[in-house]
């Protein structure tokens, strides 16, 4: 397969899928993701079809999401980001030189030895759910394992970004997120926030004001100073971080360091629930605090997220015309490359639907290409908080997995596709301790 240009041809343009396939899609009122389906299964891994004026290119081939996403990235941009609304002007929907010299300030938080100095943050955020989930198997108290996962992810990004744990207070104005994220639309269409989330957003704003000026008063906590510091700190050197634009990346950080964390812990115990031999495979790989039992956990993180990666939908605009797969690509193209598919190709995946955590351990049965698995994005605009996602998440299985056991009361019937694949609904269970019956 080739995805450069052939100057001495004239490649044909990507297949499409048929108007009447869309306007069947269209009458069962279906979400995105099913007409996206019915595109790749009809016409392979770069296909396009027609909801609008113009036809969007959907990438779900692997060789294919490596040219878009790891080799051109200067020719397929981000021209808009959904999380715009909640976001602003940070990172996540920053572009061109904006985007680089944010990246620049952020990157060395979040990757390398950056990671060393939230270690005992992250450890104590773990303990104090372990805690409470020791209450909790002493009381048979009824919990939401979401709403559990969601406090874990806000408590460890608080800590990392303010040097503070959590509090009750911050948490309660903090719980607006989940409904604004909610509201924000499956594909960019705009700015603005509609009236239903501005009340919302006013409070989360309050809340990002106050933290920035206690970190300007440098009331830092038990830790020490968090990232706010350093956004303070590039003020100093960077003039266009202004206020404005250091909350932008705060609230950034807030929503993407907790929610897609959460989700992908709700999905893991969902999927446990539902695999219960997992759990048993990933204790038996050695004894506690051994590389054998923790590269077992983090297969199981790494299994969900192949069925539901953080990133389940990545939006391009070509700037350039391009052949991609063959395929005549013009400027001004939206394409959709979508990890949730291409994680789901029997092609790539045998058994694609099955949760298989093996097929991260050493021998396993995964894709070698890096186009086949990357639930954080690929290339310059991959996920800046990956390893501290990953770190995150192994820390807090580490010591609720031995532990304790999840008998859920009832489960989604289904998936929300939005900002992230999130379970349809609440997510009720009791928490008893390991081997209680």
């Not at 490649?11 to 009447?20: A, D, F, H, R, W």
């Not at 820390?395 to 489960?411: M, N, S």
Request: with cysteine; glycine share 8%.
């Amino acid at each position: 397969m080739t995805t450069t240009a052939n100057p001495g041809s004239s490649p044909p343009p990507v297949p499409e899928l048929p108007p009447e396939a869309v306007e069947e899609w269209r009458a069962e009122e279906a979400e995105l993701i099913e007409l996206m389906a019915r595109t790749r299964r009809r016409l392979g891994g770069v296909a396009a079809f027609r909801i609008g004026p113009r036809p969007t290119v959907l990438v779900t081939d692997p060789e294919a999401v490596q040219h878009v996403l790891g080799r051109h990235p200067e020719r397929y941009v981000k021209r808009s980001h959904r999380a715009r609304m909640i976001a602003g002007d940070g990172v996540l929907s920053a572009t061109g030189d904006a985007w680089r010299r944010q990246r620049r300030v952020l990157q060395a938080q979040f990757t390398g030895p950056g990671m060393r100095r939230y270690e005992q943050r992250i450890a104590a955020a773990a303990r104090r759910t372990a805690d409470r989930w020791a209450g909790y198997a002493r009381t048979a108290e009824r919990v939401d394992i979401g709403e559990e996962m969601r406090h874990f992810a806000l408590d460890t990004i608080w800590r990392a970004l303010t040097g503070h744990p959590l509090d009750t207070a911050t948490e309660r104005e903090l719980d607006r997120i989940p409904a604004v994220v909610a509201a924000l639309p499956q594909l960019p269409d705009g700015d603005h926030a509609s009236d239903a989330v501005a009340g919302d957003l006013a409070r989360i704003d309050a809340v990002a004001h106050a933290a920035i000026d206690a970190a300007r008063r440098r009331e830092d906590g038990p830790d020490g100073p968090g990232v706010l510091r350093d956004l303070l700190d590039a003020a100093d050197r960077h003039p266009e971080y202004t206020d404005r634009l250091i909350r932008d990346e705060l609230v950034t950080l807030l929503v993407a360091g907790h929610e897609t964390t959460a989700t992908t812990l709700t999905w893991l115990h969902l999927l446990l629930d539902a695999n219960p031999g997992a759990r048993a495979r990933a204790l038996a790989a050695g004894p506690e605090g051994s590389p054998e039992r923790r590269e077992a956990v983090q297969a199981l993180v790494s299994e969900t997220l192949r069925l539901y990666p953080s990133a389940w939908i990545l939006p391009r605009h070509a700037l350039a015309d391009d052949t991609l797969a063959g395929h005549r690509v013009e400027a001004g193209t939206d394409l959709l490359v979508c990890p949730y598919l291409t994680h789901r190709d029997p092609a790539l995946w045998p058994d694609p639907e099955r949760f298989d955590p093996a097929r991260f351990t050493p021998g396993g049965a995964r894709p070698a290409h890096l186009g086949a698995y990357f639930p954080f994005g690929l290339g310059a605009r991959a996920c800046l908080g990956t390893q501290f996602a990953l770190r995150e998440s192994t820390a807090l299985l580490e010591l609720l997995l031995p532990a304790h056991e999840v008998r859920f009361l009832g489960t989604p019937p289904g998936s929300v596709y939005s900002i992230t694949v999130r379970p349809d609904g609440p997510t009720p269970a009791v928490v008893t301790a390991a081997g209680a019956g």
